[in-house]
């Protein structure tokens, strides 16, 4: 079927042979019927078989576009989150060393015992104090709960920074054995301070040293309330 000569039906020609009962051109009828259920199927085709397809295809696309701008975004969170991490590990490093939790206490409670009788020293006072907080720096430190009771003062919305744990002690023995105490516990993986040191000579026992002294860790608020 040549498709030009549908192109060269004057539509008001046809109307008018149809009005007049013109049905004697069959020719005409045909090609204009043919043309028509042509142009009727490929509209079906188109849009029950062709239209879906491209819709799937456009909705495909959308969400792989999609999903490229998300990993895009989610690649620059990544590198935000590293850059943040690797400015806080110095203060994690720095937290974790100094902070102490109620297991790590009774550990060093453990240690000062057993690296005194492994250089040959006597133990003969060994006590841990009650927690001390400590607040804010326009806020004053404040005892224990107990202590805060019985004074009567007022410490509602003070927020506690960390807590101090003392911890007092009384060793005997080698003036170079109790050095060597104090080196091994220096090497302990958290910080611990000391806050006093006193030693004196017994003079009954030769060569024999009494060191009277309190050393203090510091722990988190959540820990010691």
């Known amino acids: ?24 051109d069959k020719k005409l009828l045909i090609k204009f019927g043919i043309g028509f259920v042509a142009v009727l199927i490929f509209l079906i085709i188109y849009y029950v078989f062709v239209s879906p397809k491209v819709a799937a295809q456009e909705e495909k696309l959308r969400i792989m576009n999609e999903n490229k701008e998300k990993i895009i975004e989610f690649n620059n969170n990544i590198g ?5 991490v690797t400015n806080l590990e110095p203060d ?29 020293l006597s133990i003969v006072n060994l006590k841990k104090s009650e927690p001390k907080a400590v607040n804010g720096p326009n806020q004053t430190s404040s005892e224990n709960n107990s202590e805060q009771n019985s004074s009567g003062e007022n410490n509602e919305g003070l927020q506690v920074l960390y807590y101090e744990i003392p911890v007092e002690y009384e060793i005997r023995g ?17 910080v611990i301070n000391y806050d006093k040191e006193e030693i004196t ?13 309190t050393i203090s860790i510091v722990g988190l608020p959540n820990e010691y309330k």
Not at 1 to 24: E, P, Q, R, T
Not at 80 to 84: E, F, G, H, I
């Open 1 to 24: 079927m040549n498709l030009d000569n549908l192109k060269n039906i004057d539509v008001n020609d046809l109307f008018n042979k149809l009005k007049s009962g013109g049905f004697g």
């Open 80 to 84: 935000t989150l590293k850059d943040a």
């Open 92 to 120: 994690y490093e720095k937290n974790s060393k100094l902070f102490h939790s109620k297991k790590e206490v009774e550990d060093l409670y453990q240690n000062i015992s057993k690296f005194a009788l492994l250089n040959g």
């Open 174 to 190: 080698n003036f170079l054995s109790y050095l060597k105490f104090r080196r091994a516990l220096s090497k302990s993986s958290k």
């Open 201 to 213: 000579t017994i003079k009954e026992i030769q060569g024999q040293i009494l060191s009277k002294g």
